[in-house]
């Protein structure tokens, strides 16, 4: 039973690019949430996707998007990048029924804006 | 603000003791607790799942929830060197039950 994927695992871009990063959930998994962590830091809650759609948004700006495919993979993607921008992004993923899903996390992404 | 709080640390403990992780959270209406290990660098990694008052224990590690003081623990017994982590309480947003609130990690260190 694979686990949550994610992909790249490591990136390096300049200010101003644009980033794009991808998540496969957890089998039987329909639902991907994004968080950004920086270093020392927890999680921070970006957004969460459920039947291709944007369901909840943390604190984040617009430059800050994503997408959810059929197959409930997800894109996240990152424009006018900023040196802040810099930090490990995780792809969590669960189940949409029950009350506060457990979710499972990839690997990550570490990027990494110069 | 919904909040998840838990002591920074670093909570240093010697090898075989029982080491203590406390968490707090603000919302009354949370239902579902977590807790989650991260060792540096990696992700985040699902140790328990908390629902009920009491204790639910599983293999060397035990949660405890008191709703009514808003309060929920996470005890390791026997620590090893290798539980060395940095520990994640997690909460669901009562408002919004498909939102965890997370707390910014308690640091342990088991020392040999």
């Known amino acids: 039973d694979a686990g949550v994927t994610q992909s790249p695992t490591h990136l390096i871009k300049t200010r101003g690019q644009q980033v794009t990063l991808r998540c496969s959930p957890k089998s039987g998994h329909d639902t991907v949430s994004w968080y950004q962590q920086a270093l020392g830091q927890g999680p921070q809650f970006i957004f969460q996707?459920?039947?291709?759609?944007?369901?909840q948004r943390g604190n984040f700006p617009d430059r800050f998007s994503g997408h959810q495919f059929p197959n409930y993979s997800s894109e996240l993607n990152v424009n006018a990048l900023l040196l802040g921008d810099s930090a490990l992004y995780l792809c969590?993923?669960?189940?949409?029924?029950?009350?506060?899903?457990?979710?499972?996390f990839g690997p990550g992404t570490r990027l990494t804006v110069l | 603000q919904k909040e998840v709080e838990q002591n920074s640390g670093p909570l240093s403990v010697p090898e075989g003791a029982i080491a203590s992780l406390n968490c707090t959270y603000s919302d009354r209406g949370s239902q579902s607790f977590f807790w989650y290990r991260q060792y540096s660098g990696k992700s985040p990694e699902l140790i328990m799942s908390?629902?009920s008052n009491g204790d639910k224990e599983d293999g060397r590690f035990t949660a405890q929830l008191n709703k009514a003081s808003q309060y929920v623990s996470l005890l390791i017994r026997d620590s090893q060197p290798s539980d060395s982590a940095t520990y994640l309480c997690?909460?669901?947003?009562?408002?919004?039950?498909?939102?965890?609130?997370w707390g910014l990690g308690t640091s342990l260190a088991v020392n040999p």
């Open positions: 997690a909460v669901n947003d009562a408002g919004n039950n498909r939102k965890l609130i």
């Open positions: 908390i629902y």
């Open positions: 969590a993923s669960s189940t949409s029924g029950g009350v506060a899903d457990t979710q499972y």
């Open positions: 996707y459920y039947e291709e759609e944007e369901r």
